[in-house]
């Protein structure tokens, strides 16, 4: 039967309610769906920009595919009706008048005569209305609508919705139903609810789904998405709200139809003139306008609806390896008759309903009824409610009316676990949001499930909604302890989905990092990288570039190959590149991991690879790295926080970002900057934290050889990430001066340096100190080799070396440049080649081994060391013209520009000066201007000289001559040199030469030869100077002088930090250079020469900037660290929290939670009072009745009839507590101990529905006049055929006949137990506390949710039930004869079964065969003759609990099994 045809108006001239669909559907298979596609695939799609005016070739698309698929109906016959139309026309059966029909649909045809029938006389034809609505006066919102059949499938509407539409497929579908009529809320409980709504729906990603127009619970939802929406910023996204209703009631639908598609389609809402029609809602998003070719009857959409929102509920998202299937819920506002059917339907199907008390009418009645026994939910009690709150329309209900109604409230309070009534002002329930999503968490813990299943859908429902929040107070409680494994799925998930508060939850748990990153973890998240972060195409650059074809799949030394473009060529590869020897790969297909019932899960992955010891270095780092690249800010710094190595890790990540930055031209640039920042100053923090601790092992973090981050150091990674404010700390200038010196005090003065190089026995005097005591106390060699490896020596001696070279290069120069090199010259010439030597010693230096080509690309990454190439190589090619005697001027010309470039040298060595050194650093930046304006300059001086020469002088042909009057003089004139005969006053015809033959002058300009005057226009040539003067003086130089006052002033201000941060450079080349000053370092050239290239003896870094420790010193240093980080974390906590930002953040949440509790608790103590007060009504009202009986019966002389004694009702509320929570403690009485399956108002498998039996009309002896059951015998056509026999012996059942059962009567059936003890591997019995656990054999079909006992109904004449047969092999069957006659019987007797009837019903017989020893012949007979005859058939052993998803009566029965073996249940 479908619902929607029992669905009714709400009195005389109401409209349709608002419909919620659960039942079953009929639609076409996915497969049979033209054109359709995965609909899983919108998940990696970005929702599409709504505009009026969209892209014109998605426009085209969905003009040619809508047509093809989606279908209208017409009348094609016209019939007249009785009835008139509003404007008084004549119309059609279906609404329509003469002309509104097609042209077809009045000509006589073949049904002339004949009754108007939908089924013959409405037919399908291409849609006519769909594309983009906009309504007309209420601003640019664009939605979607489209007009369709309503036999259209719902795999078609749902493909339309999530492929052309663009909707992501939702985390959750709300489906809110009621009242269709305006109705009246409290302004407080409309605004939570609103805000409830729109919260749940914004925070899960669901869609909600109502009627779709501008009238009661659909406008409350308009309303609310109307205020989210002006309230909310774009970022937040849309709330996506369709509405589902009928085109046939729609007003002013006309504007709606264009057969091409409108983009966009205006409507006009007419709220004034629609009559009985409907306006659609302009707060909607999305319309389905449901069409059956009709005019003005409501609820045509209800069955689609239905089916639609059945669909959906079926259908599996997948993200992040984690698939579960939509959960629906059901929320309720108000309404009606209608109303009360939908919740039924909803609850039968078992979808959760969330019940809005104050709302009105039916969903008050079953909001004061919820909490009470199901025994007291009476016929007399429904139509006391019914008379207060349906007072307009309550003499419209009839007795059998009344009596439908308390059945169906029975059953819809009878399931308690799926109905969830929303109080405003009740404890944990201040939100709508949170009523929602604690009723669909409730329903998941009602369903049956094996193990673990029930508490893991509910954390996939949780991290797919991410409401942490929901998770904290409902999943993670006392009543489930988590094992850190079973997290693990859910956690990669979380880190996939990037939601980060999921990921410190689970930490906060017991997941710990170094267990869950396992090889194949972490694949599986680089398989599944953002497809839009440059990492993501970086790595697939990389695979692309592999000779394997195809590409291969990624592998972890792909991922280290683009981290070390990243990190940079100090560190080592990450992941090296396995070999065949390596460990085996685990044959899992990762990518189409999900965790579901079906298929292979993330838990097996996690399963399978347990047993694998650590892969990897440091696991916490890779992870690190993976939120890094994706620039996942709140997730990097969780992970962080976990991190061993903190400092290089925050260091690394700043590297990895500023490189990620510099090729990334979106918003996230921004973004990753002040990323990389922010982890700079963490690596800060924590360093700042270690130095004031200890100075030492500080500075030992610093040189540390980190073997996680490619063998690099902190300092070298702070190096390589130009992070100036790290390497500027005190700390590091420390350790850098501390290096400088070398083993000297670095409270020694120059003075004491200068004349100690120049006579060194004053070191035996005692005037330069040392560090080491030894030194101090000790002489010899051993001091003066301390003194002079000193790099703040070496580099004092390299400065005097080299102005005594650059002194001597002047000299030979300008006194003594001979024709044959003098002694003076040839020095130079050996000191030129000991500079020589030492370039390619810095050249060929190689310490970390990183190849030829890597330390060629680092050297030449050097200005300086560009700068000595080319001084050096200028100097060979003077050289070379100098010894040729026909170049010889030539060559000292060259030698002199060469000098230039040498002295220029000058400026590196003295940036190690804390006074010259920020200057030249300035003065560099102050370059890159000038190249800039340069520029510039070069436009006006080019554009004024080609035009002054062109006036001015005819046809100069001496290429010379034109770029002295072009450029040269034009410059010139820029600094007052202004050309004499420009303005003709000072001209003279001598200084030049009229015809250009004079080598030496210029050519004169245009002249009267008659006159001998200037014949060019003076005043032209004069503004033109003018104009160029006032663009290049004033213009361009002072922009020249602003342009060098900002950088000035923008290095200024970091001007220390720069030169701190190159002074490293410095230290670190004469921390590792010879000691010998040129000439002198030849000798150490040739000793380094023999040591590298005969003795084979590599080079290795100074211990002072790059240290390996010990693996115990170096964890015990670690550990220091880590303990100090912690200090770091709690700090920046609490100086959050002193922030005045945060303290009016605090002091404000602070006080509105105040106001809530207040509010609420007015509200409570107002709700009590009201209860307690209508309780004391009722006690006074029976009690004036037993009065006046009593007098009635003493009027009457006697005592009366002792049934007639009115008794008095309970007392429901006292002392002001909350009737639910007392509701939860009462035991149901023994009246609802009647059977209740069996009086479910559908009947299994057929369109039959019972009549309607309240808990207290059940049994027999209780009068039911008005109880008229239909008859319903299966596969008899005739009902009159066989009289019914027997009576049921458990009372009504609302249906007479034998249903589905195969006689009138008892249905006998036979259900055997079959159980074992549940065994370990050890064969010890397992036990739960002190009780064993037991194991069942039990069945299942493929199309059923739930398991069965192997037993059921048994063929005549035979012993064994059908369903043992299926399972069981015929050879063993005597056997089990036999077994089931050597069993016990637990259970004899009714069995409360869908199929009872009035005159047919199941009696079973339970008989319990248990093995109790493992090693029993039996049993292994037993198992080794198991087997399914059919393929749609599971037969499994299955631990013994409550939760055993079977049907209630076989748990019922089960429990008394474990009872009988003392078992646990």
């Known amino acids: 039967m479908e619902p929607a045809m029992l669905r009714r108006r709400d009195g005389a001239g109401s409209r349709q309610e608002d419909g919620f669909g659960v039942q079953p559907r009929r639609v076409a298979d996915l497969g049979m769906v033209p054109n359709l596609r995965q609909s899983n695939s919108s998940l990696c799609r970005s929702r599409r920009s709504q505009y009026p005016f969209g892209n014109c070739e998605k426009q085209g698309n969905l003009s040619s595919w809508i047509p093809e698929n989606i279908k209208k109906k017409e009348c094609m016959y016209f019939v007249e009706s009785s009835r008139l139309s509003d404007a008084g026309k004549v119309v059609c059966e279906c609404g329509y008048t003469r002309e509104q029909h097609l042209e077809e649909a009045t000509r006589p045809h073949a049904f002339q005569g004949k009754e108007w029938d939908p089924k013959k006389h409405v037919q399908e034809m291409p849609t006519d209305a769909f594309g983009d609505i906009v309504f007309t006066g209420l601003g640019q919102k664009v939605g979607k609508y489209v007009r369709l059949s309503q036999d259209t499938p719902s795999s078609l509407i749902y493909h339309l919705m999530t492929q052309h539409w663009g909707l992501d497929v939702p985390n959750l579908l709300i489906s809110v139903t009621g009242g269709a009529k305006d109705f009246n809320m409290k302004p407080r409980l409309k605004s939570v609810f609103r805000r409830g709504l729109v919260k749940v729906a914004q925070t899960t990603g669901a869609w909600i789904i109502t009627g779709g127009s501008h009238t009661g619970v659909m406008k409350q939802v308009g309303e609310a998405v109307r205020v989210f929406n002006l309230s909310s910023s774009y970022s937040e996204g849309e709330v996506v709200t369709i509405g589902i209703a ?36 302009s707060n909607h998003s999305h319309f389905i306008l449901v069409d059956d070719g009709t005019h003005g009857r409501y609820g045509v959409e209800i069955p689609l609806r239905t089916k639609l929102e059945k669909f959906i509920s079926e259908q599996t998202k997948e993200r992040g390896g984690v698939a579960i299937k939509i959960p629906i819920v059901c929320v309720v506002l108000e309404g009606g008759p209608g109303t009360l059917h939908t919740i039924y339907n909803a609850i039968t199907n078992g979808t959760p309903c969330v019940i809005v008390e104050g709302s009105g009418r039916v969903a008050d009645v079953i909001a004061q009824v919820a909490s009470l026994p199901i025994s007291e939910i009476t016929i007399s009690l429904i139509q006391q409610k019914l008379g207060l709150f349906f007072q307009e329309m309550f003499e419209t209900f009839t007795e059998s009316r009344i009596v439908e109604w308390t059945k169906k409230i029975q059953d819809i309070v009878r399931r308690r676990q799926l109905l969830t009534v929303f109080r405003e002002g009740k404890d944990g329930q201040q939100d709508v949001d949170v009523a929602i999503l604690q009723a669909l968490l409730k329903a998941s813990r009602s369903h049956d499930h094996f193990g673990h299943e029930n508490w893991d859908h509910q954390l996939k429902l949780a991290v797919a909604w991410n409401r942490v929040d929901i998770a904290r107070s409902e999943i993670f409680t006392d009543e489930r302890q988590w094992k850190p494994s079973e997290l693990y799925p859910m956690m990669t998930a979380a880190l996939i989905a990037n939601k980060p508060e999921f990921v410190k939850l689970f930490l906060e748990n017991g997941v710990r990092l170094k267990e869950f990153v396992t090889w194949d973890t972490l694949l599986y998240l680089y398989e599944n990288l953002e497809p839009t972060c440059l990492f993501h195409y970086k790595l697939q650059k990389v695979l692309a570039e592999e000779p394997e074809r195809p590409a291969p799949r990624v592998q972890l030394h792909h991922v280290a190959q683009v981290l070390r473009e990243l990190l940079g060529d100090s560190t080592q590869p990450l992941y090296p590149r396995p070999r065949s020897s390596d460990r085996p790969r685990l044959l899992l297909a990762v990518p189409n991991i999900k965790v579901s019932v079906q298929g292979v899960s993330l838990r097996s992955l996690y399963k399978r690879s347990s047993g694998h010891v650590a892969f990897t270095v440091d696991p916490v780092r890779d992870l690190l790295i993976w939120a890094i690249i994706q620039n996942r800010r709140e997730l990097a710094e969780i992970i962080w926080a976990q991190s061993q190595d903190c400092i290089a890790a925050a260091l690394a990540c700043s590297k990895i970002l500023k490189e990620l930055s510099k090729e990334e031209d979106t918003d996230s640039l921004e973004e990753m900057l002040l990323l990389a920042d922010e982890f700079e100053q963490r690596a800060i923090g924590v360093f700042t934290e270690c130095y004031r601790k200890d100075e030492e092992r500080a500075q030992k973090l610093l040189v540390r050889v980190s073997e996680a981050w490619g063998k690099t150091t902190c300092l070298q990674l702070a190096l390589e990430a130009k992070d100036m404010k790290f390497v500027s700390h005190g700390g590091i200038q420390a350790f850098l001066t501390k290096v400088w010196w070398g ?45 002079f490896s000193a790099p703040v020596v070496v580099f004092h001696l390299n400065i005097l070396s080299y102005f005594a070279f650059l002194c001597l290069f002047a000299y030979v120069l ?42 060629a690309l680092l050297y030449f990454s050097d200005f300086w060391n560009k700068l000595d190439i080319c001084a050096i190589l200028l100097f060979m090619a003077g050289l070379t013209c100098r010894l040729i005697p026909s170049l010889l001027y030539p060559g000292r010309i060259v030698l002199s520009l060469d000098f230039i470039m040498f002295c220029l040298r000058l400026m590196h060595i003295f940036t190690i000066s804390k006074t010259l050194g920020p200057k030249i650093i300035i003065v560099k930046r102050m370059m890159k201007d000038v190249f800039f304006f340069l520029f510039l300059l070069a436009v006006w001086v080019v554009s004024f000289g080609v035009a002054k020469q062109a006036i001015l002088i005819h046809n100069e042909r001496r290429v010379e001559w034109i770029f002295r009057g072009v450029v040269y003089h034009s410059y010139l004139t820029i600094f007052g040199q202004i050309p004499a005969y420009i303005d003709g006053v000072n001209f003279n015809l001598d200084q030049c030469s009229p015809n250009g033959t004079d080598p030496y002058k210029p050519k004169c300009p245009e002249i009267d030869a008659a006159q001998r005057e200037p014949a060019f226009p003076e005043w032209l040539t004069v503004t033109l100077l003018c104009l160029y003067l006032l663009f290049t003086n004033i213009l361009l130089l002072n922009l020249l002088i602003a342009m060098f006052n900002y950088t000035f002033q923008q290095v200024q201000e970091r001007t220390d930090q720069i030169w701190k941060f190159q002074r490293h450079d410095l230290i670190e080349e004469y921390q590792g250079r010879p000691p010998a000053p040129p000439p002198f370092i030849l000798l150490n050239h040739l000793h380094l020469f023999i040591k590298r290239a005969i003795l084979k003896i590599p080079a290795k870094r100074h211990k002072q900037l790059k240290n390996k420790l010990e693996k115990n010193e170096e964890a015990a240093l670690l550990s220091w660290e880590i303990y100090l980080k912690e200090n770091y974390l709690q700090d920046q906590q609490i100086q959050q929290k002193q922030r005045p930002e945060q303290k009016i953040q605090d ?134 055929l066989v009289d019914p026999v027997g009576e049921n012996p458990m009372g009504r059942t609302g249906l007479r006949g034998r249903g589905d059962l195969s006689c009138f009567g008892p249905n006998h059936t036979l259900q055997p137990v079959v159980t074992r003890w549940r065994r370990s591997q050890d064969g010890a019995i ?25 037993g059921g109904s048994r063929e005549p004449g035979e012993t064994l039930p059908r369903k043992l047969k299926q399972v069981l092999r015929r050879e063993f069957w005597p056997s089990f004869e036999s077994l089931l006659a050597q069993g016990m019987e637990v259970y004899k007797g009714y069995v409360d079964d869908p199929r009872n009837t009035d005159n047919a019903w199941i009696e079973t017989v339970a008989v319990s065969v248990h093995f109790p020893d493992q090693s029993d012949v039996e049993l292994k007979r037993l198992n080794s003759h198991l087997y399914s005859c059919d393929a749609g058939v599971s037969i499994r052993w299955q631990v013994v609990d409550e939760r055993i998803p079977l049907y209630a009566n076989h748990k019922a029965i089960l429990q008394k099994v474990a009872a009988l073996f003392g078992a646990y249940y």
């Open 1147 to 1280: 002091i404000s949440d602070k006080v509105d939670t105040m106001v809530d509790l207040l509010e609420m608790a007015h509200l409570k103590q107002s709700s009590s009072m009201e209860q307690r007060l209508a309780s004391l009504e009722e006690q006074v009202a029976q009690t004036a009745r037993a009065l006046h009986w009593i007098v009635k019966a003493l009027r009457d002389s006697g005592f009366g009839l002792e049934e007639g004694v009115p008794t008095l009702a309970p007392q429901k509320a006292s002392m002001g507590r909350d009737p639910e929570l007392d509701g939860g403690l009462k035991v149901e009485d023994p009246g609802d101990a009647y059977h209740v399956d069996a009086r479910h108002l559908l009947y299994p498998n057929c369109p039959v529905q019972r009549f309607p039996v309240p808990n207290e009309k059940v049994p027999w002896e209780t009068e039911f006049l008005i109880y008229s059951p239909p008859f319903y015998t299966a596969d008899r056509k005739n009902k009159d």
């Open 246 to 281: 009928t085109w046939g009631t729609l007003h002013k639908r006309e504007s709606l139809i264009h057969p091409a598609g409108g983009f966009p389609a205006e409507y006009i809402m007419d709220e004034d003139g629609q009559g009985h029609l409907t306006c659609l809602d």
């Open 814 to 855: 300008m006194v003594d440049f001979q024709p044959r090199p003098s002694g003076c010259e040839c020095l130079i010439y050996l000191w030129l080649c000991s500079l020589v030597c030492e370039e390619l010693r810095q050249l060929f230096y190689n310490p970390d081994e990183c190849g030829l080509m890597k330390m």
């Open 743 to 787: 083993q000297l005090c670095v409270d020694n003065g120059l003075w004491q340096l200068a004349l100690c190089m120049l006579a060194f026995p004053l070191l035996y005097t005692g005037l330069i100190s040392f560090r080491d005591r030894r030194l101090q106390a000790e002489g010899g060699l051993a001091r003066i080799r301390a003194f």
């Open 1326 to 1350: 397992c036990r739960k506390g002190i009780k064993k656990v037991l194991e069942v054999l039990v069945v299942k079909r493929s199309l059923s949710e739930h398991w069965v006992l192997p």
